[in-house]
């Protein structure tokens, strides 16, 4: 069992629209323009701020959605692996078990 660390924050946008076209083109446009412009993150005591070119938005409820829709990639990936015979993910969480011959 593993958790995949930071993993909301380290997906790239390019990353979520490509596969959001291929996928649900419908939702796309929706997307795009959610998370093509980098909105400054403020931090307290810094003189600049911070852009957010990088994961996706806390509280958006589209977010949890965008993950695992980068994630079949990954996922389908590791299906290829003939000794892996349990390949199973909640989010940013998998489990992984096989034959080591």
């Not at 909105?39 to 589209?62: C, K, M, N, T, Y």
């Not at 829709?69 to 096989?98: A, C, H, Q």
Request: hydrophobic share 50%.
């Amino acid at each position: 069992f593993f958790d995949l660390p930071n993993a909301f924050n380290a997906v790239f946008r390019s990353s979520s629209f490509r596969v959001v076209a291929a996928l649900i083109p419908a939702l796309f446009p929706l997307v795009k323009w959610l998370y093509e412009i980098s909105p400054p993150l403020h931090v307290f005591g810094g003189l600049e701020p911070i852009l957010s070119a990088r994961g996706v938005q806390q509280g958006d409820p589209l977010g949890p959605l965008l993950f695992c829709l980068v994630l079949i990639p990954v996922i389908e990936k590791l299906m290829s692996i003939d000794r892996l015979t349990i390949n199973l993910w909640y989010m940013d969480d998998g489990f992984l078990g096989g034959s080591v011959q």
